[in-house]
């Protein structure tokens, strides 16, 4: 059988109608492909996080990432990311707008399957639980290492005017999170926390936590990298992606 994958920046349409970059890697056959959205860590839209989009299509899955600090460019990853910190972050509202315009994408490829997950890491992660909250398309998603869910009303801004754990009771769609237990953010405490809400209602996750591990633990490219940790989320991502979009038809290898 013929393996192969596709992996390239694309243009699509985000919040307001704004055209902004994704990077999308897909297998070249003809599916059913599941779809993944991923979501960048605070370092922005770098090579790691194009990576880890390049995995997930490589296990079968039609992977795009979009560009949420587009508009603070050009520049590099490291350049974009500085201009969004200094800007008090990117604004959920349009980051909502843009994550909808990225579903709308891959559910408009014929050869994706109608089943659509997300994943994100680090502020990302934070993002994913949002998304999972306000955009009812989605499937099934992985939190990873996602710190600023559990806030306090001082810590609010303009551009995150509401506390990602006041949003539980609208997520629609089966929670996977990864967590280490040295990570500040979230502490221990904080998920915790966050675990008490998605039990009181009622909600359908798997929390999973890593001694030894802190953040960023899935980084190849970072001393924070923890290999049994990153090998057993690896494998509880894929098994839980497999259990919510369907199953995979074929696999990709660059």
């Not at 996602?146 to 995150?160: F, I, S, W």
């Amino acid at each position: 059988m013929y393996e192969g994958m596709i992996a390239e920046t694309v243009v699509i349409e985000g919040d307001g109608g704004t055209e902004i970059e994704a990077y999308f890697a897909r297998p070249m056959g003809p599916g059913p492909h599941p779809g993944v959205v991923v979501i960048h860590h605070m370092p922005g839209w770098d090579q790691d996080i194009k990576e880890i989009t390049r995995k997930l299509a490589s296990q079968g899955y039609a992977a795009i990432c979009p560009n949420l600090h587009h508009r603070k460019g050009p520049g590099t990853a490291v350049e974009m990311s500085a201009a969004i910190r200094e800007a008090g972050g990117v604004p959920d509202a349009q980051f909502i707008g843009d994550t909808k315009g990225t579903v709308q994408y891959l559910l408009a490829q014929p050869y994706l399957n109608g089943k659509v997950g997300v994943i994100g890491f680090c502020s990302g992660g934070r993002q994913v639980f949002i998304a999972a909250c306000n955009i009812p398309e989605f499937d099934a998603a992985v939190d990873c290492w996602g710190g600023g869910v559990v806030v306090t009303k001082e810590e609010l801004t303009a551009a995150a005017p509401v506390a990602p754990l006041d949003m539980t009771p609208n997520l629609s769609c089966p929670l996977l999170g990864l967590f280490g237990n040295d990570d500040a953010r979230p502490s221990p405490e904080q998920v915790d926390i966050h675990e008490a809400e998605l039990k009181k209602h009622n909600k359908t996750y798997e929390f999973h936590r890593y001694d030894g591990a802190g953040h960023a633990f899935f980084i190849t490219s970072r001393a924070n990298y923890r290999v049994e940790a990153a090998v057993d989320g690896w494998a509880r991502t894929f098994d839980w992606f497999e259990k919510y979009l369907g199953p995979i038809t074929a696999k990709a290898h660059a």
